[in-house]
């Protein structure tokens, strides 16, 4: 007879997790706030295109964006100068997010005039994957210069997002980068997802991306 209890740690935490995620998605539907979970590894130009975001659609609806760093505060900082609300959220050494942070970060926020909220997550492409942050969808970035191999290494990622935007499209020539391996490779693990490619530095590709957006944000709620 065995003396001792086996406790699945791992998968109790995933379970837990979905289920405030779940009520967090529920509660931003009854607000009518949709919330984008922005993914990716560091350096891909994330901060660059939540900037490009805001300024084209700041003017159309609310906007409010929290910024989640392990440390430092520079992306908030460069995302306030566009005018929206912007909090920080330092995660205290974690390399993600889960839906109780996120819930305390939109709490910080205040998501009562807030049309579209932004969260971009800690530059990573593994521990965001794993865990539900209790967004309305989910969105990520593959620049260039990061390589066409990224969906063979890190399928989890690629297989739960709605939306990748393949960014800095303008320096292609520059890299051994196939954009037609890349769309084969993430339709075998997401069929679902869109992809559209980008170059947020020079606005190429992204009335697409604020489209998507924009119809987002208008039927977030109705169903």
């Known amino acids: 007879m065995d003396t001792y209890k086996v406790l699945e740690i791992?998968?109790?935490?995933?379970?837990d997790n979905d289920k405030q995620a779940r009520l967090l998605r529920e509660e931003l539907k009854q607000n009518k706030t949709f919330l984008l979970n922005l993914?990716?590894?560091p350096g891909s130009g994330k901060t660059t295109t939540v900037v490009r975001t805001i300024e084209a659609l700041k003017d159309e609806m609310n906007i409010g964006v929290m910024e989640a760093d392990i440390d430092s505060d520079v992306d908030a900082a460069k995302v306030s100068e566009t005018g929206v609300k912007v909090i920080q959220l330092h995660t205290g050494g974690m390399c993600h997010l889960d839906a109780d942070m996120t819930k305390q970060g939109l709490q910080g926020l205040g998501t009562e005039e807030i049309d579209f909220a932004i969260l971009e997550n800690v530059g990573n492409l593994v521990c965001p994957a794993e865990f539900d942050t209790g967004s309305s969808k989910n969105a990520m970035i593959l620049s260039v210069p990061e390589?066409?191999?990224k969906p063979l290494k890190y399928p989890l990622m690629f297989s739960i997002v709605d939306v990748l935007l393949i960014n800095k499209m303008d320096a292609v020539e520059f890299f051994d980068f196939d954009l037609e391996a890349v769309k084969e490779r993430v339709?075998?693990?997401n069929p679902n997802i869109k992809v559209i490619p980008i170059s947020a530095k020079k606005g190429e590709g992204m009335e697409e991306w604020f489209d998507?957006?924009?119809?987002?944000?208008?039927?977030w709620g109705e169903d």
């Open 39 to 41: 993914m990716s590894s």
């Open 187 to 189: 339709k075998k693990l």
């Open 147 to 149: 390589g066409d191999d």
């Open 10 to 15: 791992k998968q109790s935490v995933f379970e």
């Open 212 to 219: 998507w957006i924009r119809e987002q944000v208008k039927t």
